[in-house]
Nanobody, 114 residues
């Protein structure tokens, strides 16, 4: 499975960005999809996840500001990020579960300036 993420960039605090991640090459159905974030010098943490049925989960720090969604026909997961804060800065990685295996995208950098 190949994952292609896009949508990162530089934005001022309070601004918005939308990340996309398209999965291709899977012979099996995509199950859970998620976004992780790795801030400089820190571990990679879950930001938001969405099941194949549409159930969602969010890190406490992004609840009410970020929205994860997916388009199953396109095997694509999105992350709408609003009211961005400098602490949201980091490399965002998409992750999918297919046939009991985890796959990672290459990461897209989000920088939020104060």
């Amino acid at each position: 499975v190949q994952l292609q993420a896009s949508g990162g960039g530089l934005v001022q605090a309070g601004g918005s960005l939308r990340l996309s991640c398209a999965a291709s090459g899977s012979r099996f159905s995509i199950n859970a999809m998620a976004w992780y974030r790795q801030a400089p010098g820190k571990q990679r943490d879950l930001v938001a996840g969405i099941s194949s049925g549409g159930s969602t989960t969010y890190a406490d720090s992004v609840k009410g500001r970020f929205t994860i969604s997916r388009d199953n026909a396109k095997n694509t997961v999105y992350l709408q990020m609003n009211s961005l804060k400098p602490e949201d800065t980091g490399v965002y990685y998409c992750n999918v579960l297919a046939a009991f295996r985890n796959y990672w995208g290459q990461g897209t950098l989000v920088t939020v300036s104060s």
